[in-house]
């Protein structure tokens, strides 16, 4: 079975400009995560989608960051404007029900400069 | 709110022994324990998956124990080998939102 697919795998930008990943969780899978894992921490979930509904997103910086999924299937994270401290790891993973076990695709490695 | 912590941050063990990674959990009130691994530079590859109903899960030289009371879980490594390096990460899933939350994880290096 595939796996969670990311897109980027990486990219580099200049503060202030704008960034979009791409995430295709599991065929069937109704609950995606996505996490920031800054470099030598554990990751740190931004927001939890359950089908294309929002479950939390507490800790979205929702001044710049924001996160949409569509028909319950693919999401994207975009960041704008970015900032310095967003430099990081962005992972999305997905889980086929809400107690299931969770997968995680290769992540996005964003630095901004 | 749920705080993971591992303990140790780091650890360098000589090739083929046996080693012991912790993981303890603040609220009780999980559903599941996962244990994942990371390669640098790379995603998790989740490794064990325990229910709170259950003591244990193994996968072949990989042991994980969950003592959900205590709020603690074990991941016991036999036999370590140098494709063993690389940073354990452990996650409970939390109820109420069903929060996924990480430890800080502990990096390992098997030695020759």
């Known amino acids: 079975e595939a796996g969670v697919a990311q897109s980027p795998r990486y990219k580099i930008i200049e503060k202030r400009q704008s960034v979009a990943f791409w995430c295709n969780p599991i065929?069937?899978?109704?609950?995606l995560y996505w996490y920031q894992q800054i470099l030598g921490q554990g990751p740190k979930l931004l927001i939890q989608f359950q089908n294309n509904g929002v479950v939390d997103d507490s800790q979205l910086p929702k001044d710049r960051f924001s996160a949409e999924r569509l028909k319950g299937v693919d999401s994207t994270l975009k960041i704008q404007p970015a900032k310095l401290e967003d430099s990081a790891v962005y992972l999305c993973?997905?889980?086929?029900?809400?107690?299931?076990?969770?997968?995680f695709g290769q992540g996005t490695r964003l630095t901004v400069v | 709110k749920q705080e993971v912590t591992q303990i140790p941050a780091a650890l360098s063990v000589p090739e083929g022994e046996n080693l012991v990674l912790n993981c303890s959990f603040t609220d009780s009130a999980i559903y599941n324990l996962q244990w994942f691994r990371q390669d640098p530079g790379k995603g998790l590859t989740s490794l064990l998956l325990i229910q709170s109903s259950q003591r244990e899960q193994t996968s072949g030289r990989l042991n994980a124990s969950l003592d959900k009371s205590s709020g603690r879980s074990t991941l016991y490594i036999a036999a370590s080998q140098p494709g063993d390096s690389a940073t354990y990460l452990c996650?409970?899933?939390?109820?109420?939102?069903?929060?996924?939350?990480f430890g800080t994880g502990t990096q390992l290096k098997v030695e020759l």
């Open positions: 996650a409970v899933l939390t109820g109420g939102g069903n929060k996924l939350t």
């Open positions: 065929s069937g899978h109704a609950t």
């Open positions: 993973a997905s889980s086929l029900e809400r107690h299931t076990e969770a997968f």
